[in-house]
């Protein structure tokens, strides 16, 4: 068949792009993760890094379900705490702009000449 080749070909280089380009995405959340991780919490990956460093170092047991649902259970305590701080600094956040925006409060962006009198 004549145009075999040209179809395998183009095939073959969208399968080729296709995983490069995921091994671009992956590296560059790596990057953004690393960078902010107060905003984007580890992927599964390192979970399952974690996991298999507490495995070699014997603190979990591979076949113990009890082991499994202990180690899943503290790092959902930890993400859980993660999603707290992460809310809190929101809310400080916000309650930093609000006063901000308090006429008459002290954190005010105004010059001394253009605050309103209280007269």
């Known amino acids: ?4 080749p040209p179809v395998n070909a183009t095939f073959l280089l969208s399968v080729v792009t ?3 380009a995921g091994c ?4 560059q959340e790596k990057k953004i ?9 580890p992927g599964v990956d390192q979970y399952v890094k974690d996991f298999y460093r507490h495995w070699r170092a ?3 047991k591979l076949c113990s379900l009890a082991s499994i649902r202990a180690f899943m259970q503290n790092k ?3 993400k859980a705490q993660f999603v707290i701080q992460k809310e809190m600094s929101k809310m400080a956040s916000m309650s930093s ?7 008459g409060s002290p954190s005010q ?9 209280a007269a």
């Open 76 to 78: 959902k305590q930890e």
């Open 109 to 117: 962006a105004w010059g001394a000449d253009s605050q309103p009198s």
């Open 97 to 103: 702009v609000r006063a901000a925006a308090t006429p």
């Open 58 to 60: 014997g603190e979990v």
């Open 1 to 4: 068949m004549p145009g075999a």
């Open 24 to 27: 671009v995405q992956g590296g």
């Open 33 to 41: 993760m690393k960078l902010h991780p107060e905003k984007y919490p």
């Open 18 to 20: 296709g995983i490069a």
